[in-house]
């Protein structure tokens, strides 16, 4: 028998509880079945993104939303600026490309955050800048960016929108959307918010909504003015993912009865206590300055491919991690410690690297990884 762990970043492991929310009969979703549904889980996202603006709900995966953060807020020439340090950095400056925009991009190196200092250059080079585009969490490479400098700085030194993609961030750090002026955040149901893959959400402010009055790029599905109309109305403009909407429902309660500060504090500690166990085993961070708090990035000891690593881990003690995209094929690997997550997840995921790392001949005293964790987990 082999039971399966999952400590990739995405799709996290959903629990017992969202299941079983999820396996009730299907509603109708113009029906008075659903309202009451619907109205928890619009609080609820309010809640979470700590916004008083409307959380807009999208049946798609999160690069659905960072989609619509382009087309509803800019018109084709328009110039944005995109934080390029990774996989996901990238798929910013692409969706722009795609419809027109002029992206300006800041190449960060990979495995590092960008210097909010680049962000204000960049703004003063390009003065007719109307968005800048980044992540919270850059899940390709396990670094945090610095969120709050980053809104600030756009800020200070331009009207420009602040659009963070927090799909690796929204309920893993405290990222309060409104006080930290953060005009688009954008967050997917496969990440911290426990669900299986399928929903995306988008907060918008009164600034983004001002910008989406003119913005004329092409759109239909993903229109979010056609969407915000609905949702005030505590409707969908299209048939909503009903099951998955139910799960949230769940999540968020569950999520409530943590607190956000708990669940803040829990990944920080699994962050910590995975950091530390994979240095005890004589591993390297890949980024060791500003790592995040949803993941962490190992890079690969010297000699081994860590496609093997990921694959011992997965076909023979049923653990999935990530590897490493693109450039970082072979070189890190990535475990993730966010969503539906406790600190004996964390114990497991060092067990089993203890294990793969020695079957491939790397120098392992097992119990190293796992004794550093323990001490940081407080347990
Ligand atoms: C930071 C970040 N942005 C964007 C995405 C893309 O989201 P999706 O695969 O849900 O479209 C991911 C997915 O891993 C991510 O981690």
Not at 16 to 29: F, G, K, Q, W, Y
Not at 42 to 57: P, S
Not at 237 to 260: D, N
């Amino acid at each position: 028998m082999k039971k399966r762990y999952l400590l990739a970043p995405g799709p996290t492991p959903v629990p017992e509880r969202v299941l079983l929310a999820m396996a009730m009969p299907i509603l109708h979703h113009r029906s008075p079945e659903f309202e009451p549904i619907f109205q928890e889980v619009r609080d609820g996202l309010k809640w979470i993104f700590q916004t008083a603006n409307e959380v807009l709900l999208f049946a798609s995966s999160g690069t659905g939303a960072m989609e619509g953060a382009v087309t509803n807020l800019l018109s084709r020439g328009d110039e944005a600026i995109c934080v390029r340090g990774g996989k996901f950095g990238e798929r910013w400056a692409e969706i722009c490309k795609a419809y027109g925009v002029v992206a300006h991009n800041i190449d960060v190196t990979w495995g590092e955050a960008v210097d909010p200092a680049a962000v204000r250059e960049a703004l003063k080079k390009h003065p007719k800048t109307k968005a800048v585009y980044f992540q919270a969490c850059e899940t390709s490479t396990g670094v945090g960016h610095p969120v709050k400098e980053i809104a600030a700085t756009v800020r200070e030194n331009s009207d420009a929108l602040i659009i963070c993609d927090g799909i690796t961030g929204i309920g893993v750090n405290d990222l309060p959307v409104d006080d930290w002026g953060i005009d688009v955040a954008v967050a997917g149901s496969q990440k911290a918010f426990m669900l299986p893959p399928g929903l995306a959400f988008a907060s918008v402010s009164a600034r983004a909504w001002k910008s989406a009055e003119t913005a004329d790029l092409p759109k239909y599905y993903f229109n979010w003015k056609t969407e915000h109309g609905a949702h005030l109305k505590n409707q969908s403009a299209w048939t909503p993912a009903v099951s998955l909407m139910i799960g949230l429902r769940e999540a968020l309660r569950m999520m409530k009865e943590e607190t956000l500060p708990a669940m803040f504090e829990r990944h920080a500690r699994l962050a910590e206590a995975t950091r530390a166990g994979a240095q005890a085993l004589g591993l390297e961070l890949f980024a060791p300055k500003s790592p995040a708090t949803a993941l962490t990035a190992i890079k690969g000891p010297e000699g081994i491919d860590t496609g093997k690593i990921t694959k011992t881990l997965r076909d023979q003690l049923g653990v999935t991690i990530a590897g490493g995209q693109s450039q970082l094929k072979g070189k890190i690997f990535r475990i993730s410690h966010f969503g539906y997550v406790t600190r004996f997840d964390v114990l497991t995921g060092l067990v089993a690297l203890e294990i793969a790392l020695q079957s491939l001949g790397y120098p392992v005293k097992l119990g190293e990884g796992v004794k550093a964790a323990e001490e940081r987990l407080g347990l």
